[in-house]
């Protein structure tokens, strides 16, 4: 159990959050150098941004993946490099396949599916033991698909409950404070002395 909190603690997670800000920094400066020497002159970046994040795919899926697996979990802060850059890829060059509208849907409930999905995986853990043992005399490692799908059907449908029912009014609440806050106090009666 120990062991499990420390995967998913904050401290963990320091360095995916420190990526996610810098590749928020990256954008910036990219988008300004693009408004400032025209889409001709930048051209460039269209085909750099998917190269580095081919080349961080390939080293994930390479045997290099296992020396970084076990050196101190190096492999999740390359993780976390190879999303943003597509993070940094997708907002500079939005990709169709990944600008669609269901991708979209997602994004919006992307918090929830962040908070939930490790929830669903330890809950369905037994079930899907069950279902890959079965589905393996079938389909050999391909069991995983299925198992992946049921989770992900799970997360996605307690993320737009959750989304919908939290958050949606969480958001709405905290406008509400933010215009409460923002508007213009009312002049107060001044009561002459006597």
């Not at 698909?145 to 959750?162: D, Q």
């Not at 509400?176 to 213009?184: D, I, S, T």
């Amino acid at each position: 159990i120990l062991e499990q909190y420390a995967h998913f603690a904050f401290m963990t997670s320091l360095g995916v959050f420190a990526v996610g800000a810098l590749a928020f920094w990256v954008y910036r400066s990219l988008r300004t150098a693009i408004e400032r020497r025209g889409p001709d002159k930048t051209r460039w970046m269209r085909f750099a941004l998917p190269a580095v994040c081919t080349v961080v795919l390939a080293i994930l899926v390479s045997p290099l993946s296992n020396v970084l697996l076990s050196a101190w979990r190096a492999d999740i802060l390359l993780w976390a490099l190879l999303f943003g850059c597509v993070l940094v890829w997708q907002a500079l060059f939005p990709w169709r396949a990944l600008a669609s509208a269901a991708m979209e849907f997602l994004g919006e409930r992307s918090y929830s599916i962040y908070l939930l999905h490790p929830l669903a995986i330890f809950a369905l853990t037994p079930l899907n033991r069950g279902l890959y043992a079965a589905a393996a005399q079938a389909i050999g490692a391909w069991a995983f698909i299925p198992c992946a799908a049921l989770t992900l059907a799970v997360v996605v449908g307690c993320a737009v409950l959750s989304y919908r029912r939290i958050e949606v009014p969480g958001i709405q609440a905290g406008r509400a404070v933010l215009r409460w806050a923002r508007a213009p106090s009312a002049p107060q009666a001044v009561t002459p002395a006597l």
